[in-house]
């Protein structure tokens, strides 16, 4: 990975490390002089997020690191793991507040100092919406899904704390302060819904998953342009690790082809592919359409392949 990109992803990992820490702090004070359980559930779901943007510092410098011997495809899959690490603390985060929050309806719950209450969400959500969508230009600019796990963190904690901020407000108003609690359920349900999502997201590439339709058609369209150098292709398999993509496929290349030729054919088609996905390991397996298989149709040389569609045009080889 280039100097550059590195340094910006653990740039924004430091940025949400510095806002979530502050914010943690200001709530967890805060939420406790109130003796509020939504402010103090909100304290939790931000704690989870430092404890995200954290491992999201660690996992992109780790994730960048080339291939050793012991990770010959890399590191990329430090990303996914903590994708998936972030989710579990965050669904833990969610258990905590549901807890609290049932224990304050069967207890009863007073809450205090309502107006400081209602300024710190304030300042929360404000933070984190702009936190939030930096880290998520990053993360989409760098193809980094620890940041982009970290973004939708902070994203929900604009939500919640704005609903919050709006629930102290009707309590201050209506002085029911049981309302405290339910607010606090409703934060967990949303936590527990971002957690969903991110796991779904990381569990995805984990397990090999092909890639988008969107991406397996530029890898196709990138074949295209080159058909005109073999006769087609056959097996592709596609999978992604963090922001890394692998792509391997079998081509089907003139009996008469050298190998010298094949595996310049080979390279350009490699190019062709990284230049409209960058970041793309390709693997190209080259067969020979062999002498039995080939015959002339009309004067144009024609190939029969059984893991192609059907007879293909066999490609003039060029000097």
């Known amino acids: 990975m280039r100097t550059d990109i590195l340094e910006r992803k653990v740039r924004a990992a430091r940025v949400s490390v510095v806002s979530n820490t502050s914010l943690v702090l200001m709530k967890l004070i805060v939420g406790i002089a109130m003796a509020s359980v939504s402010v103090i559930s909100e304290a939790v779901h931000s704690m989870m997020d430092l404890i995200a943007a954290i491992i999201a510092n660690y996992s992109v410098r780790k994730a960048s690191q080339p291939a050793d011997r012991e990770h010959p495809y890399g590191h990329g899959k430090f990303e996914n793991i903590s994708g998936v690490v972030e989710s579990v603390l965050i669904f833990a985060a969610a258990a905590i507040i549901i807890y609290e929050a049932a224990s304050r309806i069967i207890e009863g719950a007073v809450v205090e100092f309502v107006e400081l209450g209602i300024i710190v969400m304030g300042i ?3 933070v984190n919406f702009f936190v939030s969508r930096y880290l998520y230009k990053v993360a989409k600019e760098e193809d980094s899904l620890a940041l982009e796990a ?3 963190h902070l994203r929900t904690d604009v939500w919640t704390s704005a609903g919050i901020m709006v629930g102290l407000v009707v309590i201050r108003i209506t002085g029911i302060n049981e309302l405290d609690p339910i607010i606090a359920l409703g934060v967990a349900m949303l936590i527990i819904r971002a957690a969903w999502d991110m796991t779904k997201r990381s569990g995805m590439d984990l397990l090999d998953t092909c890639l988008s339709k969107d991406e397996e058609k530029l890898i196709k369209d990138a074949l295209d342009k080159k058909s005109d150098t073999f006769i087609g292709y056959h097996s592709l398999r596609t999978r992604k690790a963090g922001s890394l993509r692998y792509v391997d496929f ?3 290349l003139r009996y008469d082809i050298t190998i010298d030729k094949g595996h310049q054919i080979a390279r350009d088609i490699e190019k062709e592919i990284e230049s ?3 970041g793309t390991d390709v693997t190209i397996h080259l ?7 080939c015959f ?3 004067g144009t040389r024609m190939c029969v392949l059984e893991d192609l569609a059907g007879p293909s045009e066999c490609p003039r080889q060029r000097r």
Not at 287 to 293: A, S, Y
């Open 276 to 278: 409209v996905l960058p």
């Open 287 to 293: 067969e020979p359409c062999g002498k039995d298989r």
């Open 250 to 252: 079998r081509l089907v």
């Open 124 to 126: 929360s959500a404000v």
């Open 150 to 152: 970290d973004a939708l």
């Open 296 to 298: 002339n149709v009309q």
